[in-house]
């Protein structure tokens, strides 16, 4: 680890804010090495295997003990668990401690996509997922998690926080995980340190406002706002608490928390109320620098609920009719609970409960994926997706084929490898029981249809 070489003008404000006994504790803390934590997801089954130890507020949330090799674990590439830093995982806390109602969720800055499949797991199938990227080619990482993490209650799309506008109290909560000045990165990313500045804070500040400005209104009556940065500063934080509070009608959430936890509560008074925020310090928790408060918008404020569309029309997307709807849920033998549109003659699957949802948001916002994309029919046939092998829907009629660590590493290689005894056809590819991908027998060879652009180079 490199020493401590920090900003003159960082120190004083962290100075300021700790006090010069732990500021010396915190210069300590951020060169010693950051600890490795994943988040398992609980719709797929997995074993941890390595030595570890639970995330004190989490369920799902575990430090491990070495880093392991995660390029070359099948298991990551199936969506088993996602590599995410322990303070992040605080929003599982928040969620279960606050019984959030489940619904229809914006997490406005969302890729790679850490707090997007903490949300997915959360909302389970009982609510939708809207998770939106700014930046075109980070949207379509946080469309790779997504898929991998394979639960089909999300939407990824790809705006500008100033397209939401037509959604003005239309979710029950809404995340945004800012951009910001990455002061709680300072260990993990020592580049960080370099691009530190009092201008950059302010910069950072400008912008966090004016994506606040959008996201507080897209909040219904009743629902839930979460804020967070990866940064100590109090312009990037207690600041936002009061701009949010004067721009909006928000009511103050305190989140219940235990002492051993070692988070710091901070409050703002603003309003004529007093408002919450929680500092992790890598000095008294085990993860990052992080930042983050709950509100939860007044009673009076707007609820957009959406109104049936009588026909549907959209540049690419068709919807699929009832009766074809049903038609193909037997076929598939899913359980009739699903929606239908296709896209390129491609099916896509979507809870019927979220679907007048899912129109709304299709006729605002620029879709990069949603639901599950099932494949596509070729007379009695079906070409299955990538997608779908890696969803947890159920892919009845196909026969699966386990591999061992080492067969498995090849076919995510995508190189083509023996398998014997494999029937014709398409053949779904497992490892440790959790799907990877399809193989399709020809009899004479097996073509690997693991995606080019997902294949492992190491
Ligand atoms: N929530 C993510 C996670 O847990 O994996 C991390 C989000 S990261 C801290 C902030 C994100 O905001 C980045 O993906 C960045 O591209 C995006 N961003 C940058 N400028 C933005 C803007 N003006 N509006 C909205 N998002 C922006």
Redesign the pocket.
Known sequence: MPETNLPIDFESQMLELLGQAEFEQFKEAINTPSHTSIRLNSAKFFLLTWANTPISWSSTGFFLEERPSFTLDPAIHAGAYYV?EAS?IFIEHILHSLNIPKGIYL??????????T?LSSYLGNEGMLVA????QS?AQI?KE?IIKWGLGNAIVTNN??EHFGPLEGFFDLV??????SGEGMFRKDPQAREEWSIDNVQLCSA?QK??MDQAGALVKADGYLVY???TFNEQENEEMIRFLTEEFSYEPVRIPLESTWNIRETSVETEGKTFYGYRFFPHLVKGEGFFITVMKRSSEAYIQEPKRIKDFKHPYLKEVWNRESSDLDDELRFDGSGKYYTLNDSYFRISKDWNLHFQKISQHLSLKYFGVEIGKKQKRDWIPTHEWALSILPKHGFPSHELSETEAIEFLRKNDFEISGLPIGWVLITFKNLPLGWVKNLGNRVNNYYPKEWRIRM
């Open positions: 995410q992040s997490d406005l800055a969302a890729a790679p996509g850490g707090k997007s903490l939106n990227e700014v930046i980070r946080l998690n500008d926080p995340v945004v995980d800012a951009p910001c912008r004016r994506i967070s940065t990866c």
